[in-house]
């Protein structure tokens, strides 16, 4: 089996949504663009991305959102040494279609109160509906380093919450440890380095925002 040596999980750039949620109520969520900063994060990001790959082929795995597509873009990849595909199952967390913007920040006060990973939006997905999907991608993927070419690099250019239910699904992390985690920034990336002792380990943790509260043994 040919694991890449490095799977890259990068959020996509500052969103017209994450500077103005007002937006969400006359355009479709997976319509959003960049903002002016958030193509000027991409590409610092980007930078950082040659840095790391160098001339060595990348697997890339791009959300189906405009912000993503347009985040990955502006890294600037060589499109030789690349092999891009959209990957629905990395999409954000649906919250509904049209959202009212006082409805979606009531429904965000009750997810505060019943546990991110469980709470399910009106006409939208739970954490719990988002890991069963990204679990799904995850066995895709691994079918995928049978390939004995396949290339020594992984990207993903995804969402916050998509990037910690990978990263929870990956390292076998407790719903207690997800809850106590932040989303990383805009265009933050992280990875998942291959050891010699053949096991990953995450290039940097998630912020925390408090202790983990489990319920068992697990936590």
Not at 38 to 50: D, N, P
Request: contains cysteine; glycine residues 8%; proline residues 5%.
């Amino acid at each position: 089996m040919a694991r890449p040596r490095r799977i890259v999980l990068v959020r996509h750039g500052e969103s017209t949504g994450n500077a103005d949620d007002t937006v969400y109520e006359r355009e479709p969520d997976h319509a959003l663009g960049l903002t002016e900063l958030g193509w000027r994060q991409a590409e610092e990001t980007g930078k950082r991305l040659r840095e790391v790959f160098g001339r060595e082929r990348v697997s890339v795995y791009v959300s189906p959102y405009r912000r993503t597509h347009e985040t990955f873009r502006a890294f600037h990849l060589d499109p030789e040494l690349v092999r891009v595909r959209e990957e629905p199952r990395l999409r954000e967390q649906d919250w509904g279609n049209w959202q009212d913007r006082e409805d979606v920040q009531l429904q965000k006060s009750y997810r505060d109160a019943y546990g991110h990973f469980f709470y399910r939006f009106a006409q939208g997905e739970s954490g719990a509906d988002v890991y069963d999907r990204v679990g799904g991608f995850l066995e895709s993927l691994f079918r995928s380093f049978e390939d004995p070419d396949h290339p020594p690099n992984v990207l993903l250019v995804t969402h916050g919450l998509a990037m910690r239910l990978f990263c929870m699904r990956w390292f076998h992390w407790s719903v207690a440890e997800f809850e106590s985690l932040s989303n990383p920034g805009n265009a933050e990336m992280r990875m998942l380095v291959l050891g010699d002792d053949g096991k990953y380990t995450l290039d940097r943790p998630f912020e925390r925002w408090r202790d983990p509260e489990s319920y068992g043994v697990t936590g």
